[in-house]
């Protein structure tokens, strides 16, 4: 979408929930060294940003390419205004990259998992469903430390129970998810949360 010869300014939306992997693939896509145009610029946007802060980072290092993130469509939409503009919705990882993205991370193989380890490691690959954020949280745990058998099917059993997530990342992921709901959502949210 961006390795074109036209000049014009061109924006891609890349867009999905949290823990897709839409800043990274923007991080990536903007350190590639036979970049699209030499002159770039990689400007975070958080939760409190100010509009004129924001643009002044823009203005000072932009180039004739702009990729934007975000879990909000109508974001996506609204950056994306001229024909030659694009949205990518990102979408969850298949079973396949699923699978070879955390054995990798924990034996750098599927094949070097051992055998008694494999189907509860295909169970917390089912729980976490695609999402490369939790993926690489979970399975960066499993390799840093010397597990056993019956810790793996405790941070399995864990993850179903949904009431155990301390891990740092996933709980910004969910709080971050959480503030972009329309109100309606979140009402109900929590009323389900009160009464599981």
Not at 27 to 40: F, L, T
Not at 83 to 97: C, N, Q, V
């Amino acid at each position: 979408m961006l390795n074109d010869k036209e000049m014009h300014l061109k924006v891609v939306s890349i867009v999905g929930f949290g823990g897709l992997g839409k800043t990274t693939l923007a991080n990536e896509i903007y350190r590639q060294p036979d970049g699209v145009v030499e002159c770039r610029a990689f400007v975070p946007v958080t939760q409190r940003h100010t509009i004129q802060k924001l643009i002044r980072s823009l203005l000072s290092e932009l180039g004739s390419r702009v990729i934007t993130t975000t879990r909000i469509h109508d974001v996506a939409k609204a950056c994306c205004s001229h024909p030659r503009d694009y949205i990518l919705e990102m979408k969850p990882l298949s079973d396949e990259d699923s699978r070879r993205l955390f054995f990798n991370r924990i034996f750098n193989s599927e094949e070097a998992c051992p055998r008694q380890l494999r189907d509860i490691s295909t169970e917390i690959l089912r729980k976490c469903d695609g999402m490369p954020l939790a993926i690489i949280t979970i399975s960066g745990m499993l390799a840093s430390e010397r597990l056993d058998q019956q810790d793996w099917e405790h941070i399995r059993n864990s993850l179903g129970s949904g009431t155990n997530f301390t891990l740092k990342g996933m709980r910004k992921i969910l709080d971050l998810s959480y503030k972009n709901l329309p109100p309606h959502l979140k009402t109900c949210l929590l009323y389900l949360g009160m009464y599981p």
